[in-house]
């Protein structure tokens, strides 16, 4: 395809994105659903499966790129800090791809020398992000994906002034309007009948007022500047960061099947969230969704060797099995995922990148 002709299509492809941001959406969901079924249908398989959700992906972030762009979206970070965020994004995206094709071509040891480059890299521009550019708490996906029905504007958006919201009072009602009526005496603004909550849920702000508070204060949260770490909180960060190149360290040294590589891991982790919460620190939601993502994986040491091999694989296949066996619905489910969970845990990224 010659190059001005693919421009003209990448042009038109751009302009449906920003008229029609949810069907960059849809797509990002058919191409992960294409993967999940091609998975295991012939040889290679898996490797053809991870292509096209890491396609999908990447194909998450050019659109959220070009929606940010479009509507001028602001950032309290430098473009140097967002161009980083996007690189280590991007990382954690390919990186099981990368690793499974190292295997296909490379053998083991070029699975290794993949692994230990992808750590390499993503520790060193944490390390950077977190003294010379002073980011705080690091998600695991440094470039948040947009809420693209919250964060980006609809179609036909203008900002709102004092002026247009006069004018607006005397167009027709739109759909939170007609769920409140205005009692002919008092003027007084109430909800209908139809449109009250569950009485656990139910408020004293009216509809369009709560959908507007909701906006508001969520967009000012995802944009609300990193919380200023000290030292101890700094060093929790730092242990963090560096964890997976101290695990990848013991395991070359004790081996893969050893308890070293293990426990300095599992202490490491333990110590981070020991010292990050060490101090009443006010976190903003972002930081506290990071701070509780972290917790939570602490239970996937259960599905790491050498605690795996020695005690949690036996229960989880005869669970399973017994489920698969008993359940008819749940057996053509569960067989598929029992066959792959060798193959998953053979994959370093999958067990270990959290």
Do not use: C
């Amino acid at each position: 395809m010659p190059l001005p002709i693919a421009i003209q299509y990448l042009e038109k492809y751009k302009s449906i994105i920003k008229e029609n941001p949810l069907i960059a959406t849809e797509i990002e969901n058919v191409l992960r659903w294409v993967s999940y079924l091609v998975s295991g249908r012939f040889n290679n398989s898996n490797i053809i499966s991870e292509l096209i959700y890491t396609s999908s992906s990447l194909l998450q972030i050019s659109n959220d790129i070009l929606l940010k762009r479009a509507f001028n979206w602001k950032s309290n970070f430098s473009e140097v800090v967002e161009r980083l965020k996007i690189f280590v994004t991007i990382i954690e995206y390919t990186q099981v791809f990368f690793e499974i094709s190292a295997k296909k071509l490379a053998g083991e040891a070029g699975k290794w020398i993949t692994i230990a480059i992808i750590q390499i890299t993503k520790t060193v521009i944490k390390l950077i992000l977190l003294f010379k550019y002073n980011v705080g708490i690091q998600r695991q996906i440094p470039f948040l994906p947009l809420d693209r029905q919250r964060d980006v504007p609809s179609k036909g958006y203008n900002p709102p002034t004092v002026e247009s919201e006069s004018n607006s009072d005397q167009a027709a009602p739109s759909a939170s309007e007609r769920t409140v009526v205005t009692l002919p005496r008092s003027g007084r603004v109430i909800r209908t009948l139809d449109s009250a909550p569950p009485r656990s849920k139910r408020t004293w702000v009216l509809p369009s007022e709560s959908s507007l508070i909701n906006k508001i204060l969520g967009k000012e949260d995802k944009n609300a500047p990193p919380t200023e770490l000290n030292d101890t909180q700094k060093l929790a960060e730092v242990l963090h960061i560096i964890r997976p190149l101290v695990h990848l360290s013991t395991m070359k040294t004790f081996g893969q099947s050893s308890w070293a590589p293990y426990l300095v891991s599992f202490g490491m982790d333990v110590t981070s969230l020991k010292l990050m919460s060490a101090s009443n620190t006010l976190w903003n939601t972002s930081e506290r969704l990071e701070l509780n993502q972290r917790s939570f994986s602490m239970f996937l040491y259960l599905m790491r060797s050498p605690f795996y091999d020695n005690y949690t694989k036996v229960r989880i296949i005869r669970i399973l099995t017994t489920l698969s066996e008993r359940i008819p619905l749940f057996g053509s489910l569960l067989k598929p995922f029992i066959q792959y969970l060798p193959e998953w845990q053979r994959t370093y990224f999958y067990v270990w990148n959290a």
